[in-house]
């Protein structure tokens, strides 16, 4: 396996804005400007929700650099997520979710302006790098990869990044406790389904926590996004 074939996507970008809520928390987007051989093709990213049956949330190893004044400086070198991507008439474009606790996109870099170099090496479930080159041979031949089930350490990770489940965990909370980051969401799970590590949830012996997360997911807090936010 060549370090090449481990990219997944690799070019330059277009500062196109940066967002900061309790619904969505940290995202940046990004202008992907076309060749002239790229007029009618497809945005890059749209492989990667095609591979996930139309869904975003692919995960990739990203580093972010500067790009002009003779200057470049690493700006992000940490994990984000595909929120989502176009390709009509405005030109290609890709936001992402962003995994650091601080925004180092908000309120710095001016839109249509400022240029980084950007390059994504693809996760999987597991955390290791996916190989690109091996995956498009696959497809092309018409044996498509068989992903690895998501283990529920995992699916738990992601629930406690989510804005929404801090709010359903403090209004759950016992006293005036309130859960207003993924560390205090992370201990309300574990006190909630009785485990001391996530990981617990990945070894089937585990029975009883296991059910109790799947109870807590499918019932109550789906009843919550439900009540709350079920007319958006």
Same mark, same amino acid.
């Given at each position: 396996?060549?370090?090449?074939?481990?990219?997944? @996507?690799?070019?330059?970008?277009?500062?196109?804005?940066?967002?900061? !809520?309790?619904?969505?928390?940290?995202?940046? &987007?990004?202008?992907?400007?076309? *060749?002239?051989?790229?007029?009618?093709?497809?945005?890059?990213?749209?492989?990667?929700?095609?591979? &996930?049956?139309?869904?975003?949330?692919?995960?990739?190893?990203?580093?972010?650099?500067?790009?002009?004044?003779?200057?470049?400086?690493?700006?992000?070198? !940490?994990?984000?997520?595909?929120?989502?991507?176009?390709?009509?008439?405005?030109?290609?474009?890709?936001?992402?979710?962003?995994?650091?606790?601080?925004?180092? @996109?908000?309120?710095?870099?001016? #839109?249509?302006?400022?240029?980084?170099?950007?390059?994504?090496?693809?996760?999987?479930?597991?955390?290791?790098?996916?190989?690109?080159?091996?995956? !498009? #041979? $696959?497809?092309?031949?018409?044996?498509? &990869?068989?992903?690895?089930?998501?283990? $529920?350490?995992?699916?738990?990770?992601?629930?406690?990044?989510?804005? &929404?489940?801090?709010?359903?965990?403090?209004?759950?909370?016992?006293?005036?406790?309130?859960?207003?980051?993924?560390? *205090?969401?992370?201990?309300?799970?574990? *006190?909630?389904?009785?485990?001391?590590?996530?990981?617990?949830?990945?070894?089937?012996?585990?029975?009883?926590?296991? #059910?109790? @997360?799947?109870?807590?997911?499918?019932?109550?807090?789906?009843? @919550?996004?439900? #009540?709350?936010?079920?007319?958006?």
């Amino acid at each position: 396996m060549s370090t090449e074939s481990l990219i997944a @996507f690799k070019g330059d970008v277009i500062f196109d804005g940066a967002f900061e !809520d309790d619904e969505w928390g940290k995202t940046v &987007r990004f202008i992907i400007p076309q *060749q002239v051989g790229d007029i009618g093709k497809a945005n890059p990213f749209k492989k990667f929700t095609k591979a &996930r049956k139309g869904r975003v949330g692919t995960r990739f190893e990203a580093a972010i650099v500067t790009v002009g004044d003779g200057q470049n400086e690493i700006i992000y070198n !940490d994990n984000v997520m595909l929120k989502g991507w176009t390709d009509g008439t405005g030109g290609w474009k890709v936001t992402f979710w962003l995994a650091s606790d601080d925004h180092p @996109f908000m309120g710095t870099y001016k #839109r249509g302006e400022d240029h980084f170099a950007i390059a994504l090496v693809e996760l999987d479930d597991d955390d290791t790098a996916i190989d690109q080159d091996k995956r !498009d #041979r $696959l497809e092309k031949a018409g044996t498509h &990869r068989k992903r690895k089930p998501q283990k $529920l350490s995992a699916v738990a990770a992601i629930l406690c990044s989510n804005p &929404r489940f801090w709010e359903f965990a403090s209004r759950g909370a016992e006293g005036a406790r309130v859960v207003t980051n993924k560390d *205090q969401a992370d201990a309300w799970l574990k *006190q909630r389904i009785n485990i001391l590590s996530k990981r617990e949830l990945d070894d089937e012996i585990n029975v009883d926590q296991i #059910r109790r @997360f799947h109870h807590l997911v499918r019932i109550p807090f789906n009843e @919550f996004i439900v #009540r709350e936010y079920g007319d958006e």
